[in-house]
């Protein structure tokens, strides 16, 4: 990979996604800021308290929905003294991509990035790792949790059944059912909370981010993203790093994928493999 001139330091938004909280960046998060950036790593609203409490009573995620976690980082963005880095995982990545719309940041990355309205085809691995949730419409208004199998199989796939047990027992919540059925309902929606302009000229870069055996986003999905985004002038990318499951954050070797994104996202035109 060849950088262009060495960056200087800024200012780090990470969006964790469903099943997650800001945990699941933890590694991110020292890595950057021991070079000297500053980094938040919010919580969706409501989500703040640790993850046991999160799982014993998960009523703050029934509350949520896409308008109110994209206002809420929003706000967060808006009283920052200049225009940051945002990053997201997984749902993440589809607020990243809604906050760029709006003219938020300085540039975006959507890692694994869950889809906005427009992506008229999903994978059958993507429908069976949101079957626990999408399955029943009666499901809407609540918070579902994963199995440790179901996990193994959205998330940590290229993992170790050990591996993924660990993974599981230290990061995963309940979803926002909500979210979930707003982005997989959003070709239907006339006023999708997930509808971004593709061809808004004036968004920050953005880069998409896809691992190569992702289960729950596959490479084709994020390669669709693409083709979509990059009907804007705006500056669009897309990456792949084989190998890698949803988990891509925190499984082994995300040390290439945070550089990566990073070097990126402070020079958008002179980053090359």
Known sequence: MRLGPKP???????IHGLWMTPLSWEKWVQRYEGRGHRVLAPAWPGMEGDIEGLRRDPTPMT?????????????????????????GHSFGGTFV?????????????GIDSSTVKGILRLPLSTLRATR??????????????????QFHYAFTNT??????????????????NRVLFQ????????RSPV?????????????LIGGGEDHLI????????????????????????????????????????????????????????
């Open 195 to 207: 509808k971004v302009d593709f061809r808004n000229d004036n968004r920050p870069p953005l880069l």
């Open 218 to 273: 596959p490479p084709k999905v994020t390669r669709a993203n693409y083709r979509k985004q990059r009907r804007s002038e705006a500056i669009t990318a897309t990456k792949e790093f084989p190998g890698r499951s949803h988990f891509i954050v925190g499984q082994q070797g995300w040390e290439q994928v945070a550089d990566y994104a990073l070097a990126w996202a402070f020079d958008p035109r002179h980053v090359e493999d």
């Open 132 to 149: 626990p949730v999408l399955a029943n419409p009666l499901n809407r208004g609540k918070a579902t949790g994963l199995t440790a199998k």
């Open 8 to 14: 200087s330091t800024a200012t780090i938004v990470l």
């Open 63 to 87: 509350k949520l929905d896409v308008d109110r976690i994209v206002d809420h980082y929003q706000r967060i963005i808006g009283e920052l003294d200049s225009p940051p880095i945002i990053m």
């Open 97 to 109: 991509q809604i906050l760029l719309d709006r003219g938020l940041g300085s540039a975006g990355v």
């Open 159 to 176: 993992l170790s059944e050990e591996e993924s047990q660990q993974v599981y027992e230290r990061y995963h919540v309940p979803a926002a």
């Open 183 to 190: 982005g997989a309902l959003a070709n239907l929606s006339p």
